[in-house]
């Protein structure tokens, strides 16, 4: 059992839309597609993934520097004890030879794209849905069959109307959504209140709508806006400035009496253990929001749940980055609070596909072998290209 | 005046040493060349870097994500406020465009590599070497006529006896140095003893010695080295353990009664700031090394210097990792401690090229325009294959 090649491709994502700091135009993914010698059905056995959103393709890091050291490992070394399957988290041990501890964020997009690639060939060969395989290896067997959702959706969008807000938000509303995200710190505050006060009166109340800054503040920004804010009492507050600036976090957390968020720019355990340990985050309030295949895949996702406990944070303060099939199976298996979901944004990359339904801010579980990008139509006909002919 | 063209090619260091935790057999490195419109004696000035040494190369960044963001800004962008030269501040503002908060390592080195290669270009078109111009931007026109050097030695080989060892720092002190480095942990504590007091014997006593042992100790064996070593006193013990584990830091410079190093792999002044705020360095006492190609550039290194005065460190504190003509430069040019050196090792990018001699310990400073690349025979012959044609 080996793996005999690995293909990627980079996808531009053509997205009009902005958040706080800039437009998503030039944004693009590495779609990867590892290949097995494992034959079913006359075909050979592939994993495949993508690199999530808001970062860059990782495409010359997987051709050239992490993808042939799987393909040029002994094969043995990627098996599981058994050697019945793969093991992606001995298939990242040989991606990590030979690279420096730190700088872990110049490599833990292209080393968790192919670890999630892996995942979804290990899945497929034991014939089962990922988030079943997950919830065996790592969370004594227990799995949700529904998951929570939320919509990561208001963005800002040039010539957006409050009329258009409001039609957007409805629309999450009507399609089974209960919780929606939107964007903020795109406009001078005051318009941003009211962007929030129409959003409210949509969605209900300040528990059913959460904000996310991206990073865009300085000090004086965020605390203004934690003031403004507070009164709202909304879901939670994400990044409202630089993610390592572990100092200011610590000082808004004492300020805004909501919960925060944090998490997507991560690279890992390392830096999310930095973060808990000195960014004054609170236990049973605020939320972790690590994206597995941008931060070196789902091995790297569970030891982010071994930090996380050890400062007092459960799996309820769990909400992957990245509303996609993958990050929908890692919070079935693993038992996580919610998962994003992207409805309209991101292309082809948005979406769970046509296995799951939503319905009372719950989706449905995809129940194909693997990931199941298979049953995503638009997306699984940009990542077959990837494999015709193997 | 205008950015033209913009060139890159990856190319391997060949070489056979290894470090505590792996061998640099598949390490390579990004040659960049900065193409300008701006015609001396018949010819277009061009700025040159490479991405220094430990990483790899930054090749697809350079030529797909950071290259055309230079290239498609409007000219008058990227020059100063005079507009009679460029400005790599401005430059690296353009190129982090559209780029997130955080994660900075997964650009820091394709940004820096191009920003030092502006600075080539910058000080090419004032006609003076580098550190002149670095000193009357951000040192009030001070500079050091000549530098300290250091050697970074002392590697591990196959089949390397102490003869060997005795042979290479010989070789050292009579080329002039007086202070070399030696790799630790790629040995049993007990052998990397012996190894160190052979080492002693031949440059004299600790403080003409450092340490490195380049991330490659856990809790317990860092602990175990910092006991085994604390009677010798060593000029540093360099990155014992993982750069990012602050607190491991922090109880470190407890337990050690010598001066300790770390930078070489951080991505830029967020970092050096979180370090210095929680990993217990001691002002007077501990040695600061990142590196300007490998962290966003001069540019982010002159903020490196701002965070650590903040902090109690100043330019005595500072020791810049990457034995080159570029850490040259910066070392001259911003009055820092000293410059690393690498003699023999590193293939072609290792020394610092026919202008620069070394003596007593010091090393003389290049005079042609710009970092000099031009007088560093067998580099210059990769460097400028780059450009031919241009």
């Not at 690279?267 to 597995?292: C, H, K, W």
């Not at 509303?323 to 979901?341: D, F, I």
Request: charge should be negative.
């Amino acid at each position: 059992m080996r793996i005999v090649d690995i293909r990627e491709h980079a996808v531009p994502i053509h997205s009009k839309q902005r958040n706080s700091r800039f437009d998503f135009s030039l944004m693009d993914t590495s779609v990867v597609a590892v290949v097995s010698d494992v034959i079913r059905d006359g075909r050979p056995l592939v994993g495949y993934a993508f690199n999530s959103f808001g970062r860059y393709n990782c495409s010359a890091m997987v051709r050239e520097r992490f993808g042939p050291k799987l393909l040029g490992a002994p094969p043995e070394l990627l098996l599981d004890e058994a050697g019945t399957n793969f093991d992606p988290a001995r298939a990242v041990e040989c991606m990590l030879q030979r690279e420096r501890n730190g700088a872990h964020a110049e490599r833990c997009i292209p080393v968790g794209t192919l670890e999630v690639a892996l995942w979804d060939l290990v899945a497929k060969i034991e014939q089962r849905p990922l988030y079943r395989v997950l919830a065996d290896r790592f969370n004594d067997g227990r799995f949700s069959d529904r998951v929570p959702v939320y919509v990561g959706g208001g963005w800002y969008a040039p010539g957006q109307t409050a009329e258009d807000l409001r039609r957007e938000m409805q629309g999450y509303l009507d399609a089974g959504y209960r919780m929606v995200k939107t964007k903020i710190g795109g406009l001078p505050l005051a318009q941003d209140i009211e962007r929030i006060e129409t959003l409210l009166r949509v969605v209900g109340g300040g528990p059913s709508l959460a904000v996310d800054a991206n990073c865009g503040f300085d000090r004086e920004r965020a605390f203004a806006y934690a003031k403004a804010l507070a009164p709202y009492g909304l879901r939670w507050l994400e990044e409202p400035c630089d993610p390592m600036d572990y100092e200011l976090y610590r000082e808004l957390a004492q300020a805004y009496p909501h919960p925060l968020a944090n998490g997507e720019n991560f690279s890992g355990a390392r830096e999310l253990d930095n973060f808990l340990r000195y960014g004054g985050f609170r236990p049973g309030q605020d939320v972790i929001q690590v994206d597995p295949p941008l931060a070196y895949g789902i091995g790297e996702y569970v030891r982010c749940l071994e930090v996380s406990r050890r400062f007092g944070f459960g799996p309820e303060a769990m909400y992957p980055h990245g509303g996609n099939l993958m990050s929908l199976h890692v919070v079935a298996g693993l038992g996580l609070a919610a998962c994003e979901a992207y409805t309209g944004v991101f292309g082809v990359f948005g979406g769970f596909g046509d296995e799951v339904s939503i319905g009372e801010g719950m989706a449905t579980l995809p129940q194909s072998p693997g990931i199941g990008f298979e049953r995503q139509p638009a997306l699984w006909a940009i990542l077959s290209q990837l494999t015709e002919g193997a």
